[in-house]
């Protein structure tokens, strides 16, 4: 069994910044790619920014230039840095995590129990 947990959600102004954090712990074999989706009512769930065990990057175009994320590999965290955060970006976040359990597993995707993002003055 494999858990995700998220922190760092939570009310911020408008321009403000927020770090949202995740760690994988578990049965955990390798982590391929580790990203960030995110949930805003009535939407579908997007993603917002994702990682592979390379290091290669993915972001939304909503976010690109205003997001970074990070990985620590040895720790099986990811780390999403928002800065400048409009009330557009208020959704629930949920970390996800590609996940082999053994060598011979498949990779399968886990994903966190979601932290809420909520940008208003």
């Known amino acids: 069994q494999v858990q995700l947990v998220e922190s760092g959600g939570g009310l911020v102004q408008p321009g403000g910044s927020l770090r949202l954090s995740c760690a994988a712990s578990?049965?955990?074999?390798?982590?391929?790619?580790m990203g960030w989706y995110r949930q805003a009512p009535g939407n579908q769930r997007e993603l917002v920014a994702r990682?592979?065990?390379?290091?290669?990057?993915n972001y939304a175009d909503s976010v690109k230039g205003r997001s970074t994320i990070s990985r620590d590999n040895a720790k099986n965290t990811v780390l999403l840095q928002l800065n400048s955060l409009k009330p557009e970006d208020t959704a629930v976040y949920y970390c996800s995590a590609g996940v082999k359990t053994t060598f011979l597993a498949p990779v399968y995707e886990y994903w966190g129990q979601g932290t809420q993002v909520t940008v208003s003055s």
């Open positions: 578990g049965s955990i074999f390798s982590i391929s790619a």
């Open positions: 990682m592979i065990s390379g290091g290669s990057t």
